[in-house]
Structures are given as structure tokens and as C-alpha cells.
Nanobody
Framework: QLQLIESGGGLVQAGGSLELSCATS????????MGWFRQAAGKVREFVAA???????VIASSVKGRFTISRANPKNVCYLSMNSLKLEDTAVYYC?????????????????WGQGTQVAVFS
């Protein structure tokens, strides 16, 4: 059974940086899309970034230029590097996996989810 384990969240001052990691367990194929979503308190879950095993990426406009998604294919580990963090980046960040290589920005298109890691940005 596929498991996703996020790490790297925490408390950071506005303008600072964090890197989130998503480790997979039980993933037998590299032909998947790995993505990041976030959900702030009282808000719907929103797409952040995703990439497939061919390194084709899509980044949400709200974080473009500040966040970078990358992946270590042999280990199916996905990273989200977050720079110039803003107060509005505060949320629980979720790693997700979608089977296949077609990128998607809808949470409904993803098949597996991690438990989430909290990112809190303070001024």
C-alpha cells in the first residue's frame, strides 16, 4: 500500500524559506505525478505545484517565482522549496500522488494523499 510522508514544515518568519519533503513507501512505479496542495484554515484545499517523472511541471500562479518543485526519481521523493514566504502561505501542506504522467491541478484527480505538514508564517 502506498504511503506518503511529508516533513519539513514549521514556523518561519515572513521572507524566509522552508523546504518540504514527501517520501513515498510502497510506490512501485515512477510513472506518477507528485503534487503539493495546501489548505488554510477555513478555506478549500488549493493546488500548489506538481510534476511528473519526465520533470514536466506546473506551478500555481500564487507561488510562481517563489516555490520550486523537484523530484528524486530513483527514490520517488518530492520536494517543495519555498522562498520569500508570505503570511498567506500559512496552511497545512499535503503531498499527493496521481497515477500516470498527465499533470492535474484538481485535488479530485489525485489518488493518494499524505497526512499533511503545517507551515506557519509570522510577521
Amino acid at each position: 500500500q502506498l504511503q506518503l510522508i511529508e516533513s519539513g514544515g514549521g514556523l518561519v518568519q515572513a521572507g524566509g524559506s522552508l523546504e518540504l519533503s514527501c517520501a513515498t513507501s510502497g510506490l512501485v512505479s515512477r510513472n506518477v505525478v507528485m503534487g503539493w496542495f495546501r489548505q488554510a484554515a477555513g478555506k478549500v484545499r488549493e493546488f500548489v505545484a506538481a510534476l511528473n517523472w519526465l520533470n514536466v511541471k506546473v506551478i500555481a500562479s500564487s507561488v510562481k517565482g517563489r516555490f520550486t518543485i523537484s523530484r528524486a526519481n530513483p527514490k520517488n521523493v518530492c520536494y517543495l522549496s519555498m522562498n520569500s514566504l508570505k503570511l498567506e502561505d500559512t496552511a497545512v501542506y499535503y503531498c499527493a500522488v496521481r497515477v500516470g504522467s498527465v499533470l492535474a491541478e484538481s485535488a479530485a484527480e489525485y489518488h493518494f494523499w499524505g497526512q499533511g505538514t503545517q507551515v506557519a508564517v509570522f510577521s
